[in-house]
């Protein structure tokens, strides 16, 4: 697995509590509603990370039952401990492109901020379009440009400024790098899907201070993966990029523009 793609460590625990709710909520919430308005019963969510659209969704369809799967077995531990009990919600370890998992087994597949992450994404959408049922659809959430993005933009420009020789380029290159639509679509018509449907949605990242945005990319994300390949110490890179942010974005909490793209492929 390369390191990008490496959610263990410190990982799970400060994405889920730091990272998760300064940019994620608000999409979790238009995935789970985006899923819930075709009504379906067996939802697969790949990627699922520590669950946050699990969450949305088992709230939002009381009777919903959910195979929630990702790679990396912390995530799912992370999400598992962050969900009451239910007997509504399946844990499962699975890689997106290779999917344990009958044919036409399920409703709808949901993916949010995962795709970016898949090295053969051709085949994740074959995948999903093999696991679902006719009528069923995908849908799935991914980050616009890093541009548009305000809190990762200077979070990137940071790094620029504490390694002038060579900048850590995680985000620009994995999460903010699937941003042409044109492609997505290409992609998930190649892998059977009809009608798909794509659409730009704002958002505003939920008020951080600068230590804080620090901490979500120093120690939650695979950043922190880099960081420990060049021998940084987490601690004292957190601190130097919090001291970075704040004079670019000042003392107090921060609250930048978010874009990303919701996507609604269905199964024809
Ligand atoms: C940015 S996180 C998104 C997690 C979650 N969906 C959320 O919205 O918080 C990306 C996730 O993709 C998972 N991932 C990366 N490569 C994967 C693969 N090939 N198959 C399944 N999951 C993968 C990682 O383990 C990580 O949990």
Redesign the pocket.
């Known amino acids: 697995?390369s390191s990008d793609?490496?959610?263990a460590g410190s990982i799970?625990q400060v994405?889920?509590t730091v990272?998760?709710p300064m940019m994620?909520l608000d999409?979790?919430d238009d995935?789970a509603s985006a899923v819930a308005a075709g009504t379906p019963h067996d939802v697969l969510?790949?990627?699922?990370?520590?669950?946050?659209?699990t969450r949305a969704l088992h709230r939002l369809l009381p009777t919903v039952e959910i195979t929630a799967?990702?790679?990396?077995p912390p995530?799912l531990d992370r999400a598992a401990e962050m969900l009451p009990p239910s007997d509504r919600v399946r844990w499962l370890l699975?890689?997106?492109?290779d999917l344990p998992c009958e044919d036409g087994t399920f409703d709808a597949v949901m993916?949010?901020?995962?795709v970016?992450?898949?090295?053969d994404r051709p085949r994740?959408y074959a995948e999903a379009h093999r696991v679902l049922r006719p009528g069923g659809r995908f849908v799935i959430?991914s980050w616009g440009r890093i541009e548009d993005n305000e809190a990762a933009l200077a979070v990137e420009e940071a790094l620029a400024t504490l390694f002038p020789d060579d900048p850590p380029r995680f985000l620009r290159r994995t999460?903010f790098g699937y941003t042409d639509l044109d492609l997505v679509r290409v992609e998930l018509e190649g892998a059977g899907f009809t009608s798909v449907d794509a659409r730009w949605v704002e958002h505003r990242s939920r008020p951080t201070s600068a230590q804080d945005i620090a901490v979500a990319h120093c120690q939650g994300?695979p950043i922190a993966n880099l960081l420990a390949e060049r021998g940084v110490d987490p601690a004292h890179a957190t601190a130097e990029m919090a001291r970075v942010l704040e004079d670019r974005l000042g003392p107090e909490p921060f609250s930048g523009r978010l874009s990303a793209s919701i996507v609604v492929a269905t199964h024809a």
Not at 69 to 72: I, R
């Open positions: 697995m793609s490496r959610f799970p994405y889920d990272l998760v994620f999409y979790a995935v969510e790949i990627a699922a990370g520590t669950g946050a659209v799967t990702d790679l990396n995530m699975a890689d997106a492109q993916c949010q901020f995962g970016m992450f898949f090295p994740a959430a999460p994300t």
